[in-house]
Nanobody, 125 residues
Framework: QVQLVESGGGLVQAGGSLRLSCAAS????????MGWFRQAPGKEREFISA????????YYADSVKGRFTISRDHDKNTVYLQMNSLKPEDTAVYYC??????????????????WGKGTQVTVSS
């Protein structure tokens, strides 16, 4: 069992930065791939970024590539999402998720086993 708690959301002006954290409990955190998703009002939840269980592979949606960076710290059982050059369209609730699957469809929500409750990110223009 893995429990996930996101933090670091807030209100920021366009062009600003935020770093989201996802703290995981459970002894097997290091064996899970991790992902970040977001859901804007009136829209479906979408894939943002993922990182392999080793941390050696990272993946990004085209909409955030070059602006967001995912990383993980096994010692702290935490995954981070550094978000730079934020835009109003980045406004959403951001969720982290954990997957035990080694399949390549890292952007598929159904492959994730555990989810956090989310943290709100609001980018003002």
């Amino acid at each position: 069992q893995v429990q996930l708690v996101e933090s670091g959301g807030g209100l920021v002006q366009a062009g600003g930065s935020l770093r989201l954290s996802c703290a995981a409990s459970g002894r097997t955190f290091s064996s899970y791939g991790m992902g970040w998703f977001r859901q804007a009002p009136g829209k479906e939840r979408e894939f943002i970024s993922a990182i392999s269980w080793t941390g050696s592979k990272t993946y990004y949606a085209d909409s955030v590539k070059g602006r967001f960076t995912i990383s993980r710290d096994h010692d702290k059982n935490t995954v981070y999402l550094q978000m730079n050059s934020l835009k109003p369209e980045d406004t959403a609730v951001y969720y982290c998720a954990a997957r035990g699957s080694f399949s390549s469809d890292y952007d598929s929500q159904v492959t994730y086993d555990y989810w956090g409750k989310g943290t709100q990110v609001t980018v003002s223009s």
